[in-house]
Nanobody
């Protein structure tokens, strides 16, 4: 069965960095575009970074552009999010999510219609 397991969350001071990882299993990882989606308290889900299946293209939400970097290792079935210059507005539960193969990525992105999600890892940015 499809499994997405996130790790690497924690509490950091403003300006700090964290590196999130997602271990994927149960499907052919290199077939799927992948994303990191976050949900802050009291808010809806917000995708923050997307990477295509072979890692050649990435997209970022304006709120994280220049600070976050998404990458993937298809040999190890791993997705990573490097987060730098963190600020309190980045506090959220971060999910690794998979794009389905039967919908255009722009639709999935706009509607957050990822077909599988992990359980999430908490990131808290606080002084």
């Amino acid at each position: 069965q499809v499994q997405l397991v996130e790790s690497g969350g924690g509490t950091v001071n403003p300006g700090g960095s964290l590196r999130l990882s997602c271990a994927a299993s149960g499907f052919t990882f290199n077939y799927h575009d992948m994303s990191w989606v976050r949900r802050a308290p009291g808010k809806g889900p917000e995708w923050v970074a997307i990477i295509n299946s072979d890692g050649s293209s990435t997209w970022y939400a304006d709120s994280v552009k220049g600070r976050f970097t998404i990458s993937r290792d298809n040999a190890r079935n791993t997705l990573t999010l490097q987060m730098n210059s963190l600020n309190p507005e980045d506090t959220a539960l971060y999910y690794c999510a998979r794009a389905p193969l039967d919908k255009p990525l722009e639709v999935v992105q706009a509607r957050n219609e990822w077909d599988y999600w992990g359980l999430g890892t908490q990131v808290t940015v606080s002084a």
